[in-house]
């Protein structure tokens, strides 16, 4: 069965202060793993797909990695905006577009 | 751009009764699905579609129909609402092994 895990829970950081989300992954075979931001009351909003180890991307002030186990959003000098809920998600290979999510992180970034 | 659009935004239901959560998309996607969000859990799949007039089961099927008539809709049907199926409905859509595009959900209350 594939599994994700997000940690921490939550996150509060001081703006500028850069820090790093975990995902911890198994699945039978990856196809992909994707990062989402949430913001209250509204539906997951796609940032990365990352699909093999080594990959990076980036976006702003956003970036993350993919090893064979975990994968990392890391967040470099935050401003309050990115405050939101930050979601993981694996693709099983063979399985479309079918996804299997962590619980997320909830980033707080105060003036 | 619309994107995905759900309908209702909020609804309250008594056990016993029924109700369809509308899901439409203007992205011409193939790939169609329905999760929900319940706090400390991962948003779970209840059903998807890999094009019009095929559905599946996902992980969290049970107490919902679904059908798939047109390639823009996918209706999530509640047969007989209970106290368990209180959660946030989303809708997601997208291309195969593409990223999913979500709606912005609905939050149905079960009493």
């Known amino acids: 069965e594939d599994q994700v895990t997000q940690s921490p829970e939550a996150l509060r950081l001081q703006e500028g202060e850069s820090s790093s989300l975990n995902c911890s992954y198994t699945?039978?075979?990856?196809?992909?793993l994707f990062w989402y931001r949430q913001d209250p009351g509204k539906g997951p909003e796609f940032l990365f797909t990352?699909?093999?180890a080594g990959e990076e991307k980036e976006k702003e002030r956003l970036k993350a990695t993919l090893t064979k186990k975990e994968s990392f959003l890391h967040i470099t000098a935050p401003k309050p905006e990115d405050s939101a809920t930050y979601l993981c998600?694996?693709?099983?290979?063979?399985?479309?577009?079918?996804?299997?999510f962590g619980t997320g992180t909830r980033l707080q970034v105060m003036l | 751009n619309a994107g995905v659009t759900q309908t209702p935004k909020f609804q309250v239901l008594k056990t016993g009764q029924s109700m369809t959560l509308q899901c439409a998309q203007d992205?011409?996607?193939?790939?169609m699905s329905w999760y929900r969000q319940d706090p400390g859990m991962g948003l779970r799949l209840i059903h998807y579609?890999?094009?019009?007039?095929?559905?599946d089961q996902g992980e969290v099927p049970n107490g919902y129909n679904v059908s798939r008539s047109t390639t823009e809709d996918f209706p999530l049907r509640l047969l007989s609402a209970a106290p368990s199926q209180t959660s946030v409905y989303f809708c997601?859509?997208?291309?195969?092994?593409?990223?999913?595009?979500f709606g912005n959900g609905t939050r149905l209350t079960v009493t």
């Open positions: 997601a859509s997208s291309y195969a092994n593409s990223p999913l595009h």
């Open positions: 699945v039978s075979g990856l196809r992909g």
């Open positions: 990352l699909y093999s």
């Open positions: 998600a694996v693709q099983a290979a063979g399985t479309a577009s079918k996804l299997t």
């Open positions: 992205m011409n996607h193939e790939y």
């Open positions: 579609s890999v094009g019009a007039g095929i559905t």
